[in-house]
Structure formats: C-alpha cells, structure tokens
C-alpha cells in the first residue's frame, strides 16, 4: 500500500495498533493465567 | 486545463485501485517523508494585486447557497473591521493598514487554507475530514458528532460551527468548491476575481510561478511563500508586499504537519497496553509474597511462642510435681518418725510400769 | 432482610427529617433550574444558552466538567491500585467510597458531555461509523467508556449485597484483581491522553503551559486530583454520613487521611519539579514576567507548592484539620489548572475582549450536573454498603 500522506499512514497504522491492543490485552490475561494456575496459592 | 484534471483524478482511481492490488511497498521508517498527492490542486493569492473588491465573497456565498449577509457585498465598510470566517462566510476579505492615512493598504482573502497533512483531519475522531487527492480538504457532515475538536486544532482558526442549529449543527468551511472542481470547473472565488489575484492549478506548478513573480519583481514581494512550508505545507499559496505577520497570517505557526504533534503520543499507547499489565502484575506478586512471606513469619513465631510456653509450663509442672512429692515423703517421714516416737514412748511406759507392778509384788 | 439488618448494626438511625432541609432546597433550585436550561439546550442550540463562538469552541463544559470531572474522578483507580495492586491494606475501608465517587464522576462527565457535543445520541459514531485512529480523542472516548464500564462492575458488588444477589456479587468480587489492573491501564492512558489533546495547538495555548509534557502533566495531577479527593470526600461524609460508617471505616478514617496526604505532599513534589524542567526545556522563563506569567505563578505557587509544604506539615503534625483543607485546595488547584488549559491561557494571542467568558446558563449547567452527582452520592451510601461492611459479607471482606 502506498501513503501520499503521513495522516493516512497514521490512520492505517493506529488502526493496527488499536487492534494489536485489543489482542494483547486478552491474551495477557490468558497467558497469567497460563503461568499461574498450577501454584498452589 | 480543468478537463484534465477530471482526467487526472479518474487516473488517481485506477491507479490507486492498482495498488491495492499490488500491495506495493509498505512505507514504515520512521524517518519517511510524505510529500502529498501527486498533480495536487492549488490557489496562488497575491495579495499585491487584491483590490478588495469583495466579488470573491458574492460568488462564495451564491455557489455554497450560503444565507444573505447583512450588508450588500459591494458594502466595503465592512473592512473597518477585522473578520473571520463563520457559518455563513466561508471566505472573507480583510484590510490592512500600516497607518491610518495609509493611502495603500493591503486586501488579504481569508479561508480554509487545505494544508497537506490537515489538523483538522488528524484530531477527528469520527474521520470526518479528509484530504483528497485533488487538494480539498473536505467534511463529511453524516458522521460528525460535533465535538468541535477540528476548531481547537486548525492552527488558522478556519472552521466555523452553527451554534444556533438545536439538531442538526454542522462544522462549516471552504471546500475548495470541490463538486466544481470535480465538474472541471474552476471555484467560485477564483473564478469570480476580476484582478488575477487567485490563480487556481497544479500546487508545484503554482510555486514555480510564484518563485518566477519574486524573482522578476524582487522589490514588490518580500521572499517567502506563505503556504509553500506552513504547517508541512497548504494547497493555498500566498505572495506579500510586506511581512506577512503585519497582513494578519501567523509567521510564528513552524512547520511541523499537525499529526507529528500527536505521533509520539500516539506511539506510546499500545505500549503502555502491551507494558502495564506487566508492571502491574508484577508489583501485585511482589506484594502478595511479601504479605505470605510477613505471615509465614507471624505464624512461625507464633508456634514458636506457643512451644516455648508448653515448655516452660512442662518444667515449672514438674517442678511443682517434685516438690509436691518431696513435701509428701517429708510428711510420711514425720508421721512415721512420730508414730515411732509414740511406739518407743508406749513401750518406755510400758516398762515403767511393768517396773513398778514388779516392786509392789515383791514387798 | 439486609436493610434490617444493616439497621440492626446501627441503633443510631437519624430520625425522619422535613423535606424541606436546606440541602433538599438549594438542590432542588439548581435542578429545576437544570433542567429549564435543559430544555432551552436542546431547542435552541449550543448558541441559545452559551457564549461559546467559533474562535473558543470549547468552555467550561469541557474545561471544567470533562477536564476537571475526569481528574477529579481518579480517586477510583488511585485507591483501588493502592489497596490491591501495592497491597495496602489498610486502606481498605476508603475503597468502596473512592469507587463509588469514580463511577459517579465519570457518569456525570458522559452526561455532560451530551450537552457539549452538536449530536450527542452519535456520541457511540467514533466506534461504530468510522474510526478517526489518528485523533487523541478517539483514544480518550475509547478509554472513557470502557472505564465507565470497569467502574460500574467494580462498584456493582456494593449494590448487589443491598440487594441480596450473592452468587453474582461473588463472581463479580472474583475479578477485582483484573478490574483493578485494567482501570489502572485505562486511566494512564485516558488521563494522560486529556492533556495530549492539546498538544495539536502549540499556535494557540500559552508556552508557559503548553508542553510536550502536557500528557504526564495530566496523567500526574491527576493522582494527585484522586488523592485529595478521596481525602475531601471523606471528611465531608464523616461530617454528614457518620452514622453510616463502622468501626473498621472510623477506625482506618485518620490512617487514610495521614497516608493519603503525605502520598500527595510527594506526588506534589514531583509535579512541581517536571513543570519547572518543562520550562527550561522550552526556555521559557522570560515569559514569567509577562501578566500571564504572574497567573501561572500564581498556579504553580498558590495551588502546587502551597498544597505540597501544608499536606506535609499536615502529615507530620497529624493534623486532620489541615488535611483537609489542604485537600479543597488541591482540588482548587486541578481545577483551575484545566481552565487555564481549556479556557484561560488559550487563545492567549487573541485581544482581551474577543476572549470567552461563560453564560450563566453554563455555569448553571456545570451546577446541575454536580448537583446530580451529590445527590445520587448521598441517595446510594445511604442504601448501600459504601461506609460499612455488609453484614452478610464481612468475613469475606
């Protein structure tokens, strides 16, 4: 994909970031759990 | 001329469809710089040459169907004062004066400048304004929320809101008369100037022409193009008799395009997403082990204290126990030592008196 | 069965009152004048009841309501990460209040923002028409809502002991460490993000106070905006709402007090100390013997260093009394700070007269909408368990 504009650049590339960190997001939350679920506390 | 630029922007689409399909090459340094649409439309306003004749306003204001103004356009009084674009200008002109007997003052059009890299567009939430290939930057009124953001941010304080609409108020600026432009027609301001002092085309065509001007006539324009870098560039270009900060435009403005001020910010976002629940967590497991590691402290001293106790309430018990039979043996001791003296003192008595039962039968 | 026995643990219930208390009177005025002004809002337009223009499209409905609103309203996650996250535990009675003074600040500050914004029932447009990525507000309305959202679950357990729904406050109790963790996210980003807002102006606000600093500007102040407000609130329902609270929230009052303020006397500090580098990094100190110099002086002298050396003295002392002064003015201080921000210091270039002063009539509505949230406050502690435990749930507090 070609930019002519930085601000469609941008718009392209925070539109990954908001999605990125919706996925990271939910997956922290698995992989604690994934980490901790076989302590005994 | 504008047939071609119709043809131009059908080309735009197909090529642009091309690189959709393509893929092409995907622009990521961060150092990449972004010159704009190519073939990008553009007005030069010279400003030596505006005679404030105000047709540029009649013809805004018939092309954008825009309400009657109190006073008639050819009305110049209007000048007396400095004015800014509203809901129902979307252009005005202004004097100025470098003194009040100043014979000749300068005319200055005022609308939205349509920069490269729009403020407006990049504070949008919704991404109601957009720069389009052709040079407009245009307002899409079915999705704006009325925020106003776009009026705090566009550092030319262009765009004007409808305060008195209850329901249906909407941001409001030139469009560049983008449908004109689209018909291959020219705006409506330019095309309305009597003097040549708009010059609607080709933005880089523009500043070579405004380069060429300066050149020739060095003594008539001061060196700069306003618009050329201001804000990372507008597709409104404009020429100056005297410093363009005495003819009302911001010289102090830099030029910085609007979305880098919100770049870094920006940046910082998903990794204090991806970095936070991190942190957090791990301050949490910190806390929480020092809260096992304080109890498992308090309880162990707790069962040593008990231990302790239990010890010493074992040794004073036995104590007791030793001495309770000590006290016994010494009371048996004393009975049996008393019995015994009674046992010998009965027998001594015994005796005595067998004795003296002996004496009396012998005499 | 819960309220009888909420009424069992306190045999001092206040006796029936008149409607007509000084408190129910003042309100009641502003209300019915809110919602005059209501009506007059949605059938004439933002032009018919405020002095906003088109070179000053935002005033004190956003510097004071949604600027302000937002700071004061970080008590929720200041507290709760205190408690949960760092583990001080003794903190634990100010939790519930300091939620609960979140969730209403946050409600209010949606609420207001329906009167500012042209087309407020589009208000949800940013996620379901078209996504404006590239805007700092598109972040701040993401953030805002999910953490209205987070509020409102972290607040729900207290509504759902007073209306006895156990099994669902127990699972909702089950997440208070995710909810925690996600509102201190949420609040980073959003509080920090209200100042960023302004970074797309450098032409328009006063050097002295733009910075590109701006976003830890606000994401600072606003710890300290949580924690004065958690200490203000507090001394405010002791005073009025003292026979609502148990012995475990009387007892824990003066410890959070002392802890909550020397936190600010040093998150003060170090407020004090990036604003002063912020100066230097844009060499502005000329600028400080400007009149808007003075004013910023004023701010920074009157409402950051004054607040910090009392809240000290304060802690040291073990003085409730100034504490909580000290915490009025600290409020003062954020407040004022996001109306220099807003209001004040912006469009600082623009000759005295064409500057923005609110209508009555908005300031009426900022009232309204604060009058709301003292109400609803006073209707839910003096339901719900905010001030006590529950009875029912103690052991599992």
Request: glycine share 6%.
């Amino acid at each position: 994909m070609e930019f002519y504009t930085l601000q469609e650049f941008l718009t392209y590339t925070k539109g990954i970031a908001y999605l990125l960190i919706v996925a990271i997001l939910v997956s922290v939350t698995g992989f604690w759990l994934f980490l901790t679920d076989r302590d005994e506390d | 001329m504008m047939s071609v630029s119709r043809r131009k922007f059908l080309g735009w689409l197909g090529a642009a469809g091309a690189g959709v399909i393509s893929g092409g090459a995907a622009n990521a340094a961060s150092n990449k710089h972004f010159k704009g649409y190519p073939d990008s439309l553009g007005v030069l306003h010279d400003t030596t040459l505006c005679v404030g004749c105000r047709s540029c306003e009649a013809a805004c204001n018939k092309v954008n169907a825009l309400p009657a103004p109190q006073q008639d356009f050819t009305d110049t009084t209007v000048l007396e004062r400095k004015r800014r674009t509203d809901s129902a200008a979307f252009t005005v002109v202004n004097r100025f004066k470098q003194s009040e007997s100043d014979k000749q003052p300068v005319f200055v059009k005022k609308q939205c400048n349509h920069c490269l890299e729009p403020a407006c567009a990049s504070v949008c939430f919704v991404g109601a304004f957009k720069k389009s290939p052709q040079g407009a930057v245009i307002y899409d009124e079915s999705v704006c929320v009325g925020c106003r953001y776009c009026m705090i941010a566009c550092p030319f304080e262009i765009p004007a809101y409808e305060y008195d609409k209850a329901l249906t108020p909407r941001v409001v600026k030139c469009t560049m008369c983008h449908p004109r432009v689209l018909e291959g027609k020219l705006p409506g301001c330019v095309e309305a100037c009597p003097k040549e002092a708009l010059l609607f085309g080709d933005r880089d065509k523009l500043i070579k022409a405004a380069r060429k001007r300066i050149e020739r006539f060095p003594e008539r324009y001061v060196d700069h193009i306003y618009g050329e870098h201001e804000m990372g560039g507008t597709s409104w270009l404009y020429l100056s008799g005297s410093s363009f900060e005495q003819i009302g435009m911001r010289e102090d403005l830099g030029v910085t395009p609007a979305p880098k001020f919100t770049e870094g910010i920006l940046g910082a976002v998903p990794v204090v997403a991806g970095l936070w629940p991190v942190l957090l967590t791990g301050i949490y497991a910190v806390s929480k082990r020092k809260d096992k590691v304080a109890q498992e402290e308090q309880s162990q001293a707790v069962s040593e204290a008990v231990t302790q106790a239990e010890s010493q309430a074992d040794a004073k018990l036995k104590k007791a126990l030793a001495l309770a039979k000590k006290e016994k043996e010494m009371a048996v001791k004393k009975e049996v030592k008393k019995a015994l003296d009674k046992a010998t003192l009965a027998k001594k008595e015994a005796k005595k008196k067998a004795q003296e039962e002996a004496t009396d039968a012998e005499k | 069965m819960s309220e009888e026995a909420v009424l069992n643990t306190n045999p001092i219930t206040p006796p029936a009152q008149s409607l007509y208390t000084p408190f129910n009177v003042v309100a009641g005025i502003i209300l019915i004048v809110g919602f005059i002004v209501t009506i007059l809002r949605f059938t004439g337009g933002l032009g018919a009841v405020t002095n906003l223009n088109d070179n000053y499209p935002w005033g004190i409905w956003i510097g004071f309501d949604l600027l302000a609103g937002v700071a004061l309203a970080a008590g929720g996650f200041v507290t709760s990460a205190a408690v949960y996250i760092f583990g001080m535990k003794r903190y634990h009675s100010a939790v519930r209040p300091a939620i609960l003074t979140g969730f209403l600040g946050y409600a209010l500050v949606v609420i207001a923002l329906h009167y500012d914004v042209g087309r407020p029932w589009r208000l949800p447009y940013p996620f379901i028409a078209q996504q404006g990525t590239t805007s700092i507000l598109f972040e701040v309305a993401a953030c805002v809502a999910l953490y209205l959202t987070v509020l409102f679950i972290e607040f729900s357990p207290a509504a759902m002991e007073w209306l006895g729904l156990r099994r669902a406050r127990n699972i909702v109790i089950k997440l208070t460490m995710v909810l925690t963790i996600f509102g201190v996210i949420l609040s980073t980003l959003h509080q920090s993000s209200l100042g960023a807002m302004f970074l797309i102006a450098p032409s328009k606000l006063h050097p002295l106070w733009y910075s590109s600093h701006l976003p830890v500007y606000f994401f600072i102040s606003s710890i300290i905006a949580g924690l004065s407000m958690v200490i203000f609130e507090s001394s405010l329902s002791h005073r009025y709402f003292a026979h609502k609270m148990d012995q475990t929230h009387l007892d824990e009052k003066e410890g959070v007090a002392f802890g909550f303020a020397k936190a600010a006397a040093l998150v003060l500090f170090g407020y004090f100390a990036i604003k002063v580098v912020g100066i230097a990094m844009d060499n502005n100190w000329h600028y400080l013997t400007t009149g808007y110099g003075a004013w910023f002086l004023v701010e920074m002298l009157g409402f950051v260093a004054l607040p910090c050396f009392l809240y000290a003295v304060g802690a040291r002392e073990k003085n409730l009394n100034l504490i909580k002064w000290t915490s009025a003015l600290a409020v003062l201080g954020i407040v004022l700070n996001r109306l220099n921000i807003c209001v004040i210091a912006f469009n600082y270039h623009l000759p005295s007269d064409e500057k923005y002063v609110p209508h009555w009539m908005e300031i009426a509505i900022s009232l309204f909408v604060v009058t709301l949230g003292v109400v609803a406050f006073r209707f839910i502690v003096t339901r719900m368990p905010i001030l006590y435990a529950h009875p029912d749930y103690q052991e599992e507090h």
